[in-house]
């Protein structure tokens, strides 16, 4: 079992589920300010599950990320925005094939701070008109994150070869960098 951690030295914690967490990590590493990106489980009732009980979806867990990050370098707010980027919002308990609760839209919130910014950016994002469909991201309290099986980190990069790599992760992250060009780790250092 891992705490939450939500501070550290000058570092903010955020905790985000938006379908498989292996395209949430591959986005994060990229991001300047973000120091690391941890794969895992929240919001469910069984403890230390396993990536097998997950995918079985019976354990109310969602696949996550813990993500910390400088708040100096880049705003809760901003880390939000990249999040409603790269997923869609408004399918409930699915993100294109994969469905299942463990795929769910979620913020788990690691402060008061955060719960309130995330519940703002959830309703300015429902009244925009950016999404035809309601969004339909929940914004809960965290909880205990359990962290995946160490395979998990970095999958994008370590696994370039695999199909859903090449036919998933692979078009997110090229949306993520066509994006938010000026964000990237790369662009800040030259």
Not at 26 to 50: C, F, K, M, Q
Not at 167 to 186: M, N, Q, T, W
Request: hydrophobic share 35%.
């Amino acid at each position: 079992m891992n705490s939450n951690n939500t501070t550290h030295a000058e570092t903010e914690v955020a905790i985000l589920a938006g379908g498989c967490f292996w395209c949430l990590d591959a986005v994060y590493r990229e991001l300047d300010g973000v120091e690391s990106v941890e794969s895992g489980y929240t919001g469910g009732a069984i403890p230390n599950p396993s990536y097998e009980a997950i995918c079985g979806g019976r354990t109310g867990h969602a696949e996550a990320v813990r993500i910390r990050f400088r708040p100096s370098v880049i705003r809760y707010e901003d880390v939000l925005d990249v999040f409603f980027a790269i997923h869609d919002p408004t399918t409930l308990n699915r993100q294109g094939a994969d469905i299942g609760t463990q795929y769910r839209s979620e913020i788990f919130a690691t402060t008061p701070g955060q719960r309130t910014i995330a519940l703002e950016a959830v309703e300015r994002l429902g009244r925009s008109a950016e999404y035809e469909r309601p969004i339909v991201t929940a914004v809960s309290d965290a909880g205990v994150f359990y962290a995946a099986e160490a395979y998990h980190d970095d999958y994008f990069r370590n696994n370039p070869d695999s199909g859903y790599c090449q036919a998933v992760i692979g078009p997110k992250v090229a949306k993520f960098r066509k994006r938010y060009s000026e964000k990237l780790k790369d662009a800040s250092s030259g």
